[in-house]
Structures are given as C-alpha cells and as structure tokens.
Antibody
Framework: QLQLQESASGLVKPSQTLSLTCAVS??????????WSWIRQQPGQGLEWMAY???????YYNPSLKSRVIISVDRSKNQISLRLSSVTAADTAVYYC????????????WGQGALVTVSS | ENALTQSPGTLSLSPGERATLFCRAS???????LAWYQQKPGQAPRLLIY???GRATGIPDRFSGSGSGTDFTLTISRLEPEDFAVYYC?????????FGQGTKVEIK
C-alpha cells in the first residue's frame, strides 16, 4: 500500500522560503510513470492545486504561484519536495502531497498533510 | 483556467435521504478527467469517483457520479452517518488542475 508522509518546518517568517518534503513508502516514485503533486488548503478554505512533477522531471505549476514555487524529486530518498518563496500570511495552510493517476490525472493517494504557519 | 462551480454550497439532509451535488465547469471537461473527493474535518481528501463515473477502490455503491461536458453530478443514494462531510470536484485540462469550492453535506 502506497503511503505518503509530508514534513515541514511548522513556522516560517514572512518573506522567507517554505520547504516541504513528501516521503513515499510502499512504492518507488519512479515506477509506472508515476507523477506527483502538491495541493494546499488554507484555513477554512477549499483545495488549491500548486504543482506537478512527473518522475522524469517534467513540471507544471499553478499560474498564480508559478513565480514562487519549485517542485522536485529526489529518487535516492524516494521523496518529493516543494519550495515556496517570498511567503506571506496567505500561505498559511495545510500542504498535501498526492500521487497523480497516470491515466485520468486524478489524485489517488494523499498524505495526511502538514500545517505550515507563516508568522513573524 | 477552467473554473469549477459547485452547488449548493451546503446541503442539509437527514440520514437515509438522497444527496445530489452539482459541479459546473466554465469550459468543457473531458469526462475522463473529472473526479470527486470527500473530506472530513482534520483529514486529507479521499478519492470517491474518477473519470466522472468510476468508483474508487473501496467506495460503497451508494456513491455514483455522472455527467459530461460542463455539468457533472455526484449522487449519494442513501446518506449514512459517515457521509456527512465536504465534497469537492476536480478537473484536469491543459496541464492544469482545478478544484471546485466544495459542497458541505450536513445533518439536518
């Protein structure tokens, strides 16, 4: 059974860079055309897709975040990472990593989420 | 961007009743690329329906999806106590993913 586990520094100061990692167990991040995304949920709000990466390295980003976000994979550690720069209080959210189904592009496996608070 | 609008915002129903949730896209969505998720407080979303009408593994058959083009529907035939939650639709197109704003199904 595929499992995803996010980790992050819980508190980030405004203007700094937020860093998240998603450790994948129960399967390789490179297997079967696997691809991955980060999705966030601001307090009391809905879901916002942020970024996508195929295990080959190709990436797509939400245009609203594109200038601030970088997604990457580390095959040696079997994990996916996200960096979001120039954060503000509006970036306070629960951040989820999810596997993107290779055929229908839905999110079939999710991590439990990591809360990141942006505050001075 | 293909915006998704879900209605109603809140649905107040009793256990045993039928729930019908709507998701309308601003542009045509390939049926293959429309999914529905359930989210309970403090939990990650859970995939219910993919490809507009396919049930994900382990999802009870009281959940069904339908629709095409710009209009999609999630139906819960008989609400169980564990079904009271927030439901989101999601689409993929042109290398972008978008979610609807959610419909909360609450106990009446």
């Amino acid at each position: 059974q595929l499992q995803l586990q996010e980790s992050a520094s819980g508190l980030v100061k405004p203007s700094q860079t937020l860093s998240l990692t998603c450790a994948v167990s129960g399967g390789s991040i490179s297997s079967g055309g696997s691809s991955w995304s980060w999705i966030r949920q601001q307090p009391g709000q809905g879901l916002e897709w942020m970024a996508y990466i195929h295990h080959s390295g190709s990436t797509y980003y939400n245009p609203s975040l594109k200038s601030r976000v970088i997604i990457s994979v580390d095959r040696s550690k079997n994990q996916i990472s996200l960096r979001l720069s120039s954060v503000t209080a509006a970036d306070t959210a629960v951040y989820y990593c999810a596997r993107v189904n290779a055929y229908d592009f839905h999110f079939d496996y999710w991590g439990q989420g990591a809360l990141v608070t942006v505050s001075s | 961007e293909n915006a998704l609008t879900q209605s109603p915002g809140t649905l107040s129903l009793s256990p045993g009743e039928r729930a019908t949730l709507f998701c309308r896209a601003s542009q045509r969505v390939s049926s293959s690329y429309l999914a529905w998720y359930q989210q309970k407080p403090g939990q990650a979303p859970r995939l219910l329906i993919y490809g507009a009408s396919g049930r994900a593994t382990g999802i009870p058959d009281r959940f069904s999806g339908s629709g095409s083009g710009t209009d999609f529907t999630l139906t819960i035939s008989r609400l169980e106590p564990e079904d009271f939650a927030v439901y989101y639709c999601q689409q993929y197109g042109n290398s972008l993913w978008t979610f609807g704003q959610g419909t909360k199904v609450e106990i009446k």
